[in-house]
């Protein structure tokens, strides 16, 4: 006997294609705060630019950094992005 109280999947999906947009577009606002450097590293090492998280090393070599300003850049841009974005904004996401 099949489940009627199912959403269809159409519906479901288009939920979660609104969300993702919806956690896209908050991100790009947060993203777009950053000092360029700062931005592409996050955006390497979170898998932003291709759907892939890169290793510090990916990323540095790709930007042309050392691992060690990777590390930093990332460090700096996370502290910034919990100064300017309260955390509760983004919850509703996760």
Known sequence: MANTSRAPRGHASSDADDA?????????????????????????????????????????????LTIHEVKRIEERAFARIREVVPIKKLQRFL
């Open 20 to 64: 993702l947009r919806a956690l896209r577009s908050r991100l790009d606002g947060v993203l777009r705060r950053l000092p360029d450097i700062e931005r592409q590293v996050v955006e390497h090492r979170m898998g932003l630019v291709d759907g892939s998280p890169a290793k510090p090393g990916e990323t540095a070599e790709r930007l042309g």
